[in-house]
């Protein structure tokens, strides 16, 4: 078993694309029209062939409720793993991303949480080598 597909929730789908492309760096993968939204899929660049993440349409009733919670209580509603958190930190700033969190030593990993201007807060970390 591997994860192949997991998602985040957006108010808008082109937004998001230009966002996840544009300023984070993934590439688009999937872009199938589905109506008036699409199956709208990004991946790293890393890893073309490896999981693919979802830009959702947030249009469901429940997903308001659940991504205010989370954006309250300062919860991130999805992770990425970069090789430096600062350095990511410090390129993103510089291109006007807006942090909730700078980065922090949490011990086995540094982290930083930023707004995905789409609804999110998305985790940065770059976990320490063991030992």
């Known amino acids: 078993m591997r994860i192949a597909l997991t998602s985040v929730f957006v108010d808008d789908q082109k937004a998001a694309l230009r966002f996840y492309t544009d300023v984070l760096g993934f590439v688009e993968h999937r872009n ?3 109506g008036e939204h699409s ?3 990004v991946v790293s660049p890393e890893s073309p062939d ?3 993440l979802l830009l959702e349409p947030a249009g469901h009733p429940a997903v308001q409720p659940y991504r205010d ?3 309250a209580d300062g919860i991130p509603l999805a992770q990425f793993a970069v090789a430096d958190v600062h350095a990511e930190h410090a390129r ?3 291109q006007g991303v807006v942090f909730t969190q700078p980065p922090t030593d949490v011990g086995m990993a540094v982290v930083a949480v930023l707004d995905d201007t ?3 807060l998305v985790q940065l970390i770059a976990e320490k080598p063991a030992g």
Do not use: I, Q, S
Request: net charge negative; charged share 5%; aromatic share 6%.
């Open 50 to 52: 490896g999981p693919e």
């Open 39 to 41: 199956w709208l899929t």
């Open 92 to 94: 993103l700033t510089a």
């Open 118 to 120: 789409c609804g999110n």
């Open 69 to 71: 919670a989370l954006m």
């Open 32 to 34: 199938v029209p589905l």
